[in-house]
Nanobody
Framework: QVQLVESGGGLVQPVESLRLSCATSGFTFRYYVMSWYRQASGKERELVGSITKDGGVRSYADSVKGRFTISINNAKNTMWLQMNNLKPEEKAVYYC????????WGQGTQVTVSS
């Protein structure tokens, strides 16, 4: 059974940083493309970024390039999203997803950016 569990969300002030984690189980992590999405209240879900198998290629939404970094640890079946210089408009629920050979989502973790 595929499971994705996000953690690390919280309240931060603008320009601060936050690191989200995604612990996975039920599949061989390194064989799949993994992604982070976010959804702000009243808005559609937005792709934040993706990382290919074995972490070879990363892609990011233009709005987060240079500030967000996705990384993985295949031995730990874990993915992270390092978010720097956060902006108030980035308040959202952040989701870890596997949309490669299926459509799997975690429960999400809330990120609030406010002074």
């Amino acid at each position: 059974q595929v499971q994705l569990v996000e953690s690390g969300g919280g309240l931060v002030q603008p320009v601060e940083s936050l690191r989200l984690s995604c612990a996975t189980s039920g599949f061989t992590f390194r064989y799949y493309v993994m992604s982070w999405y976010r959804q702000a209240s009243g808005k559609e879900r937005e792709l934040v970024g993706s990382i290919t198998k074995d972490g070879g290629v990363r892609s990011y939404a233009d709005s987060v390039k240079g500030r967000f970094t996705i990384s993985i640890n295949n031995a730990k079946n874990t993915m992270w999203l390092q978010m720097n210089n956060l902006k108030p408009e980035e308040k959202a629920v952040y989701y870890c997803t596997r949309k490669d050979h299926g459509d799997y989502w975690g429960q999400g973790t809330q990120v609030t950016v406010s002074s």
